[in-house]
């Protein structure tokens, strides 16, 4: 059966990636299937900016940044490599991480500044680049991960789903996507050279 444009089991149940299917549409250029993603995850993805930033006013400014991505780049999504949620919620945690880095530099510069007016040598560069070189090991530790992994540590940190609602949203036994996260987890660990 035809339901919104988008194919549903007979037995009533959703798509199994219903913002997949959604993506591939929007991607097409379909307003309305843009408009009924925006309707289907708006609201988680602002929360999770807004977990991020805690200023409302950015969290309205970057979500509308997302979305507008989401528009632009849909075509970028591809189905075989995760579930069209994951995207967009990646898509919004890196938006929100830059726009928190972003403040963060405007800030560090004002404070770099205050520091020459005061005659007080000051070097944040070190910091910056440690900062970078983690960010990065963490994103290679989470890439070496399997799929379903990677997918319930994403949904669990960065879109802050329980992992009742992760098992909800994959379609999985909650048993099973607690295995997944702690064994993810374990993992993280050794990639990242963690030995406690």
Known sequence: MVIDGLEVPDDGTEPADRA?????????????????????????????????????????????????????????????????????????????????????????????????????????VAEQVELKIEGEKVQTALSALPEVQREALTLAYFGGYSQSEIAALVGAPLGTVKTRMRDGLSRLRIEMGVTT
């Open 20 to 124: 997949g299917d959604l993506l591939q549409r929007v991607a097409e250029g379909d307003q309305g299937a843009f408009a009924r993603l925006y309707d289907l995850l708006s609201a988680r993805v602002f929360g999770l900016i807004l977990r991020v930033l805690v200023d409302r006013s950015q969290s309205e400014e970057v979500l509308q940044e997302v979305f507008l991505e989401i528009w632009q780049s849909a075509a970028r999504f591809t189905p075989n490599r995760g579930q069209g949620r994951s995207w967009v919620f990646t898509i919004a945690h890196r938006r929100a991480v830059d726009r928190v880095r972003s403040s963060q530099a405007s800030s560090d510069r004002d404070v770099r500044v205050g520091f020459r007016d005061l005659d007080v040598a000051h070097d944040g």
